[in-house]
């Protein structure tokens, strides 16, 4: 049972802490020179999110 494991926790600070790089850049990444620019790197943040 879930409250029976000292293992499990009802945070998730794990998560939050691996998004935090891109959470605190996204001032940085609001301008960008042209609509394409903006496309690829949604992309490849994405990709890198994911992998």
Do not use: H, Q
């Not at 293992?7 to 850049?25: H, M, Q, S």
């Amino acid at each position: 049972m879930y409250l029976d494991s000292p293992y499990l926790t009802p945070d998730n600070n794990v998560c939050e802490n691996a998004i935090r790089p891109f959470v605190l850049g996204r001032k940085n990444w609001l301008f960008n020179k042209s609509p394409a620019g903006a496309k690829s790197s949604c992309g490849i943040y994405s990709l890198i999110e994911t992998a």
